[in-house]
């Protein structure tokens, strides 16, 4: 497709599990981002990566939270042990590099919610 | 910290009128960026803003770079059921590849 591509788009777990979200970028793009939207909240910078790394990773709330990205494109954030405080949507971004006049491009996002 | 203060949190209005938010910080911004989140989607860019003093057009919609570089406003002109949902500020944290954005504001139209 043309956009990015966010699966799943809704995702119910029970707290203690472990769960998966998976981005596909814009074909070209080099820039990735996630972020988290917590309901009627703005936008929480998660991690970006530029290629396959992470220059920053700053915004992961714990260690519970990981990310990685291969050949890059497709990027997994990946929540272990997940909390009823991790729900929220998980927004992923690209970009064709991480200048500033390089725009973003959302998903949809995919909507976690831990019972 | 660098931190953007948008406002009013929530508008509610009538179609065919005018709508106009802002977005404030303490910090100096070189970049404001307006987007726009639909229900179950995500945030597009309306409108970017990369000079002081700067005013951009795009359709009915008007956003302007602060002469400060410490805030922006984004102006909707006779609003229409469309322009329903959730506009965000955003910036550029200096040093930094990643956008910090505003709480956001939600426009609620009355037909």
């Known amino acids: 497709g043309a956009g990015v591509s966010q699966s799943p788009s809704n995702k119910v777990t029970e707290k203690g599990k472990d769960v998966e979200l998976r981005c596909d970028p814009i074909?070209?793009?080099?820039?990735l981002y996630w972020y988290r939207q917590s309901l009627g909240q703005g936008l929480e910078f998660l991690i970006y990566f530029q290629g396959n790394s992470a220059p920053d990773k700053s915004g992961l709330p714990s260690d519970r939270f990981s990310a990685e990205r291969t050949g890059g494109s497709v990027s997994t954030l990946t929540i272990q042990r997940t909390q009823q405080e991790d729900s929220a949507v998980y927004l992923c971004?690209?970009?064709?590099?991480?200048?500033?006049?390089?725009?973003?491009?959302f998903g949809n996002g995919t909507r976690l919610t831990v019972t | 910290g660098q931190q953007l203060n948008q406002s009013p949190q929530s508008m509610f209005i009538q179609e065919g009128e005018d709508v106009s938010m802002n977005c404030t910080s303490s910090s100096i911004f070189n970049t404001w960026l307006w987007y726009k989140q639909d229900p179950g989607e995500g945030p597009v860019l309306l409108i970017a803003l990369y000079k002081a003093g700067e005013l951009t057009s795009n359709g009915r919609l008007t956003a302007q770079f602060g002469i400060t570089r410490k805030d922006s406003f984004l102006n909707i002109s006779a609003s229409i059921p469309s322009d329903v949902g959730i506009y965000f500020c955003a910036s550029i944290i200096q040093g930094a590849q990643k956008l910090v954005f505003g709480q956001g504001t939600r426009l609620t139209i009355n037909p």
């Open positions: 971004a690209s970009s064709l590099d991480t200048g500033y006049n390089s725009p973003l491009h």
């Open positions: 074909s070209g793009h080099t820039a």
